[in-house]
């Protein structure tokens, strides 16, 4: 069932919101070559207790911890790990926040020390792509607005757009519906109501979109072995247009 949030309920996940934006930002600082996924799931974790949250993805469908961080060609679900970033990787890292019991999902793709060309010209498109979904996530426009918005702005570019993966709905559970395909037609599919929080996180392949699932049963990779990227919001649906609840401060320059 599609829930509309009440304004209290909204204000709650703001405020889950706002503390994944600001560990965002404390991220971005931190991640350079030789530090570990697992240290920077560590910080999560950490970051989480001392502000009274809990991190909603430990445990989910029995994933084991608070991020998820995908490296290169990994497109989504990679596990920490207690190996080195390298100068030139590329991350993603994904968390959701519960706190007091309201819920936000941002991922967000880093450069590990200096990125190659191609590396930042993916994570520049993929950046730009998640806002072009956004802003088409209005009263009265439709879900195939958002997708249509997103795989237009990036196909063209010579970028694909993965399939098997999709933004949701969000609260009182993680995955709640309607899915939101990062690709699609526009004017089809449900018509979008005020008061509804979903998500919208396109992951961007500079080959091929298929993927392939590692045998620990969770990570996706690339089937071509080309560069991914993701960035993810959690957004209402309000009567003035899309409010990012994760928003890192940068939102108004692409809104
Ligand atoms: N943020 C991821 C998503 O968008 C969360 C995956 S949770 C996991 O859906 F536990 F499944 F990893
Ligand atoms: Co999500």
């Not at 009263?139 to 918005?149: Q, T």
Request: glycine content about 10%.
């Amino acid at each position: 069932m599609i829930t509309l949030k009440s304004k209290r309920e909204q204000r709650m996940m703001h405020e889950a919101g706002k503390l994944l934006a600001a560990c965002h930002k404390q991220l971005s600082k931190q991640i350079k070559p030789g530090v570990t996924t697992a240290e920077l799931d560590h910080f999560v974790e950490d970051y989480l207790k001392k502000n009274g949250a809990t991190p909603e993805q430990k445990g989910y469908n029995g994933y084991k911890y608070a991020t998820c961080a995908s490296i290169n060609d990994e497109i989504c679900h990679g596990f920490p790990r207690s190996s080195p970033l390298q100068d030139g990787d590329i991350v993603t890292i994904d968390s959701v926040f519960n706190l007091n019991g309201a819920l936000a999902d941002s991922a967000w793709t880093y450069a590990v020390g200096t990125p190659s060309p191609e590396a930042q010209a993916l994570m520049d498109v993929t950046y730009r792509a998640l806002y072009e979904g956004i802003k088409q996530a209005k009263v009265g426009n439709r879900i195939g607005d958002i997708g249509h918005a997103i795989q237009s702005y990036v196909e063209p570019k010579g970028y694909t757009v993965v399939r098997d993966f999709t933004g949701h709905g969000i609260g009182p559970t993680l995955h709640e519906p309607p899915q939101i395909l990062h690709y699609g037609s526009p004017g089809k599919g449900l018509r979008l109501k005020e008061g509804m929080v979903i998500t919208i996180e396109p992951m961007i392949n500079i080959g091929e979109y298929p993927s392939k699932l590692d045998s620990n049963g969770w990570t996706a990779r690339t089937v071509d072995g080309s560069l991914s990227a993701q960035y993810e919001h959690t957004l209402v649906i309000t009567a003035d247009g899309p409010l990012i609840l994760t928003d890192q401060g940068d939102a108004h320059l692409y809104m």
